[in-house]
C-alpha cells in the first residue's frame, strides 16, 4: 500500500460516483453524515452523486472528509489511496476536476449556476417537471410487486372483513371504464365469501360550500353516484365470476354522510381512501390512499396511525343517524350496515 504522501500515477478510469461508494462503504461511512460534515444539504448530495457531477468547492469539502475518515479492513480502495496523498490535501476548487481525471476518476463538472438574467441554457420548471415524471416513471416501473398486491386486495377478503373506502369528488374507479371489467368478478367473489363493501361518500352540499373552491363545485352530481352505483350492482348480478343472492347482493352499500363538515379532513379532489377491517377487530386496520399522480393514480399503504384515524372517522360516521343508505339489495341492507357497525367496532367490544 502507498504512503500517503506518495504521488499519485495516471490510472485506468472510471466513475467517480462508483469509486466513491465504494469507499464510503469500505470505511463504513454513511452519505448523510458526510453530506453533513461537508455543509451541504442531502439531497443535493445524494442527487450530485447520482448525476456524477460536483462543483470544485464541494469536491474540495468532500476530499477534505474523506482525509479524516478511518480506515476500513482489507484491501484499501483506489480512491483511499488518492485522497490520502499530499497532493489531495492542496488542491483547489478551480483544478480539482482536472486533478482527480489525471488520478483515474471521471466526473462531469458543474459550474455555478448563472444568473436568469444572462443563462439561457437554465432549466426552467417545465423542464424540471419534467425530470420529475422521468424519474416517477421509472418508479412506477419497479413498482410492478406493489400494483399485483393492490390487485389481490379484493381476492383476500373473506367472511367478516370489512372495506370501507372514503371518496371525495369521484366515483372508484370499478363503476365505470377499464376498472369496472377488472374488478367486478373479483368484487363479486368478495361478497359471495361475506365481506361487506361499503362507499362513504359526503352529502356534498354543506361540504362543497365550506370548501369552496372551484375543483369542488366541479364534483360529479350525487344523483349521477347514485346511477352509477346501481348500474354497478346490476352489473356484480350478472357476474361471470359468482352467483349472487340477494342476501350477498345486499353486502355491498354505498352511504352519504349528511354532517359534510367531518368530512373535510379526508377530503381532497382526485383522493380515495381504503379501510380495511379484518373480522371483527381481531386484527389491526390496514388503510391505502389513491392519489392523482403523474401517468394515473398510485395506489400506496398507509401508516398504523393514519388507519386508526380512518377507522375512527368510519366509527363516528355510521353511529351518526345523520346518514342515508344504498344498497345492491335494499330490503335486506340494514341488515348489513348493523354487521358493519359490528365489524368496526368489534376491536374495542372485544377489549372491553
Not at 496523498?85 to 480539482?96: F, I, R
Not at 481525471?101 to 471521471?106: E, I, L, N, T, V
Not at 359534510?260 to 391505502?288: I, M, N, Q
Request: with cysteine.
Amino acid at each position: 500500500m502507498p504512503k500517503s504522501d506518495e504521488k499519485v500515477g495516471p490510472r485506468p478510469h472510471r466513475d467517480f460516483n462508483t469509486a466513491l461508494r465504494k469507499l464510503l462503504a469500505w470505511t463504513g461511512h454513511e452519505q448523510i453524515g458526510l453530506a453533513r460534515d461537508m455543509g451541504v444539504k442531502f439531497d443535493k448530495f445524494r442527487r450530485d452523486l447520482a448525476d456524477n457531477k460536483f462543483d470544485g468547492g464541494d469536491l474540495v469539502r468532500l476530499i477534505t472528509q474523506l482525509r479524516s475518515c478511518n480506515p476500513g479492513r482489507g484491501a484499501s480502495p483506489k480512491l483511499w489511496v488518492v485522497v490520502k496523498s499530499e497532493e489531495a490535501g492542496k488542491v483547489q476548487s478551480d483544478d480539482v476536476h482536472a486533478w482527480l481525471k489525471r488520478c483515474g476518476f471521471d466526473l462531469k463538472s458543474r459550474t455555478s449556476r448563472p444568473s436568469r438574467a444572462d443563462d439561457k441554457a437554465a432549466e426552467s420548471l417545465s423542464e424540471t417537471f419534467q425530470e420529475m415524471q422521468r424519474s416517477f416513471g421509472k418508479l412506477r416501473r419497479s413498482g410492478g410487486e406493489l400494483q399485483i398486491a393492490v390487485e389481490r386486495l379484493y381476492t383476500s377478503m373473506r367472511s367478516g372483513d370489512a372495506l370501507v373506502l372514503l371518496l371525495s369528488d369521484q366515483s372508484p374507479a370499478e363503476w365505470s371504464g377499464s376498472g369496472r371489467m377488472n374488478l367486478v368478478d373479483d368484487i363479486a367473489q368478495a361478497l359471495k365469501v361475506g365481506a361487506i363493501i361499503c362507499y362513504l361518500f359526503p352529502g356534498r352540499a354543506q361540504l362543497l360550500d365550506a370548501v369552496n373552491t372551484r375543483a369542488a363545485r366541479a364534483t360529479t352530481p350525487m344523483e349521477v353516484i347514485q346511477a352509477e352505483f346501481k348500474s354497478f350492482c346490476n352489473l356484480l348480478k350478472t357476474s361471470e365470476g359468482a352467483s349472487l343472492t340477494k342476501e350477498e347482493l345486499s353486502r355491498i352499500v354505498m352511504i352519504r354522510v349528511k354532517n359534510d363538515e367531518s368530512f373535510l379532513p379526508f377530503f381532497a379532489p382526485g383522493h380515495k381512501f381504503g379501510l380495511f377491517v379484518h373480522r371483527a377487530g381481531t386484527r389491526k386496520p390496514w388503510a391505502t390512499g389513491t392519489y392523482p399522480v403523474w401517468g394515473g393514480d398510485l395506489v400506496l399503504p398507509l401508516s398504523d396511525t393514519f388507519a386508526d384515524r380512518l377507522l375512527s372517522f368510519a366509527q363516528m360516521s355510521i353511529e351518526s343517524a345523520r346518514w342515508q343508505f344504498d344498497s345492491g339489495e335494499p330490503s335486506l341492507g340494514t341488515k348489513t350496515i348493523d354487521e358493519l357497525k359490528h365489524i368496526l367496532f368489534g376491536r374495542w367490544r372485544s377489549a372491553s
